[in-house]
């Protein structure tokens, strides 16, 4: 029987992420990216470093996804660095709650706005974003190093937050 999708991610709860949840976060990464993913050290750095949120979400004791977002002291600028669901749990509604509380911990921080980049062709994320109210910054070209086949091109969004 096909899982609903109010049934699947009703027993997902969040919480800050660590660096003791650094194994399954790579799982989820590589899982997620596949050849793209970061690294061990890169998670590890983006894990560590102090300007830096992580957030985790979590089903049955299982880790299903995780966002990272990077501040910058005297900016009111946040940057969402990273976000990624398991495979299986994709398309439920999981990215959707990592995103809004990414931003909710942006306003908490007196972010006016969160900025991200994502691969001009990745679906799913493009779907992701336009639908939770980001707009098109600009397209940045060779963004990305590793080459994703005919481009490397991102898309930078970003979004107004209504910080209180
Ligand atoms: C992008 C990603 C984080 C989205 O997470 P998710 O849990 O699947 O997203 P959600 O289920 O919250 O979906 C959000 C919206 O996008 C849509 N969506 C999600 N995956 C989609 C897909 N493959 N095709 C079309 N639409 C899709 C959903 O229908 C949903 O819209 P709705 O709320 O109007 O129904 C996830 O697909 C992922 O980890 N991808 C690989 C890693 C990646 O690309 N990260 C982003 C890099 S910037």
Do not use: W
């Amino acid at each position: 029987m096909k899982t609903t999708r109010m049934t699947k991610i009703s027993k997902l709860t969040i919480r800050r992420g660590s660096i003791k949840d650094i194994d399954e976060i790579t799982k989820i990464e590589g899982r997620a990216f596949g050849s793209h993913a970061y690294d061990y050290p890169s998670l590890r750095y983006m894990l560590e470093i102090a300007n830096s949120v992580t957030v985790v979400s979590i089903m049955d004791n299982k880790l299903v996804g995780y966002a990272t977002v990077y501040f910058r002291k005297n900016s009111k600028v946040s940057h969402l660095e990273s976000i990624a669901v398991d495979p299986d749990f994709q398309g439920y509604g999981v990215g959707k709650i990592l995103l809004n509380e990414v931003e909710k911990i942006s306003i908490e921080m007196k972010c006016s706005r969160i900025v991200l980049e994502t691969f001009e062709k990745n679906v799913s994320a493009l779907k992701l974003y336009e639908r939770n109210g980001y707009s098109i910054r600009e397209i940045v070209p060779d963004y990305y190093h590793t080459p994703y086949g005919d481009s490397r091109n991102a898309i930078r969004f970003q979004k107004k937050l209504e910080v209180k």
